[in-house]
C-alpha cells in the first residue's frame, strides 16, 4: 500500500488531518506532504506553511487549540505505513475556553438564530411558506458563510430528486434550474447516506476520485465543500436541506452540524 492509498480514506473525514514523511529518522526530521482541507482551516496554514511544518509541532501535546476556530482538538498520531505518519486533530466541544480568548463562539450565534428561524415556523400558513422558507435560507446562508443554500425533495416513486427552494450569496451562480429531476442512480451513495439517517459531509470535492460520480456532480458548480443533511419525518426520508461553499473549503464544526440537523427536522414538521 503507497502512502497516498494511505491518504486517499481520510481526506474527505470531517477531522482534521495531514499525511508526513520521515526525512531523516536519526535526526527525527519530517515533512507534510500532504493535508485535508480540515486541517488548513483549523491550522490556519497556507500550503507553503503545510510543506515547512513537522509532526512534532502538533503532537507534543495531546491538546491542540485552533485560533481560526476557538476550539480545542484532541491530537492523535499513528503511522499507517514505515516512514510517515499521520496526525489527526478531534474537536472536544465539551472544553470550556477562557473568556477572554475569544468571542462568542459560531455554534452560539447559530443556536440563537435558529431559536429565531424556528419561531417562525409555527405559525405559518401554506401561502407564507415558500416567502419565509427563502427568508430563512439566507439567514442560515448568511450565518454559516455558505455560499449557496437550498432544498431538495426526494421522490422515490420516480426515482429521482428536485432542487425547490434556492439562496445564492452575490456573484454566486444559481443552480435550481439545472437540477430539476436528478436520477438517484446517479447519486447511489447520498441517497443511501441519507436513508440511513445521516448526514452528507463532503470537505473537499475536488479531491475526490476522479470518476467518482458525486464529484463529477458537483464540480462543475464549483463547490469545493459541502454538507447536505436529510429531512426525515419519523422513517420516511422526504428531502434534503444543503449548503455549498464556492469560494472557498469551509469547514463545520460538530456544534454546527447538528445545530442544522435541528433545522432539517423542523422543515420536516413544517413539510406536514
Avoid at 100 to 117: C, E, W
Avoid at 261 to 271: D, E, G, I, P, T
Amino acid at each position: 500500500m503507497s502512502a497516498i492509498d494511505c491518504f486517499q480514506w481520510w481526506r474527505q473525514a470531517p477531522f482534521a488531518a495531514a499525511l508526513f514523511q520521515t526525512l531523516s529518522a536519526a535526526k527525527c526530521v519530517d515533512q507534510c506532504i500532504a493535508a485535508n482541507a480540515v486541517f488548513q482551516i483549523v491550522t490556519g496554514l497556507t500550503e507553503q506553511q503545510l510543506t515547512q511544518s513537522q509532526a512534532s509541532q502538533f503532537n507534543l501535546r495531546a491538546l491542540y487549540f485552533s485560533v481560526n476556530t476557538g476550539l480545542y482538538y484532541q491530537v492523535h498520531s499513528y503511522a499507517p505505513i514505515p516512514g510517515y505518519q499521520l496526525v489527526t486533530l478531534h474537536q472536544l466541544p465539551d472544553i470550556a475556553l477562557p473568556q477572554h480568548s475569544t468571542p462568542a463562539s459560531g455554534a452560539d450565534k447559530l443556536s440563537s438564530i435558529l431559536l429565531t428561524l424556528l419561531q417562525r415556523f409555527i405559525s405559518v400558513t401554506p401561502s407564507q411558506q415558500p416567502a419565509i422558507l427563502q427568508q430563512t435560507l439566507q439567514e442560515l446562508g448568511e450565518a454559516v458563510e455558505a455560499d449557496r443554500v437550498y432544498i431538495f425533495d426526494y421522490d422515490f416513486a420516480a426515482q429521482s430528486c428536485t432542487n425547490t427552494y434556492e439562496w445564492c450569496a452575490t456573484g454566486i451562480m444559481p443552480e435550481i434550474e439545472s437540477l430539476k429531476n436528478v436520477p438517484l442512480a446517479a447519486i447511489p451513495q447520498w441517497v443511501s447516506t441519507h436513508q440511513a439517517g445521516y448526514e452528507m459531509y463532503i470537505p473537499d470535492v475536488p479531491s475526490l476520485p476522479d470518476g467518482d460520480a458525486l464529484k463529477l456532480l458537483l464540480q462543475p458548480q464549483g463547490i469545493k465543500s459541502l454538507l447536505a443533511l436529510p429531512i426525515r419525518a419519523e422513517s420516511k426520508l422526504l428531502g434534503f436541506v444543503g449548503f455549498d461553499s464556492v469560494r472557498q473549503y469551509h469547514y463545520y464544526t460538530e456544534q454546527e452540524r447538528l445545530l442544522l440537523s435541528v433545522f432539517a427536522r423542523s422543515l420536516a414538521n413544517l413539510k406536514h
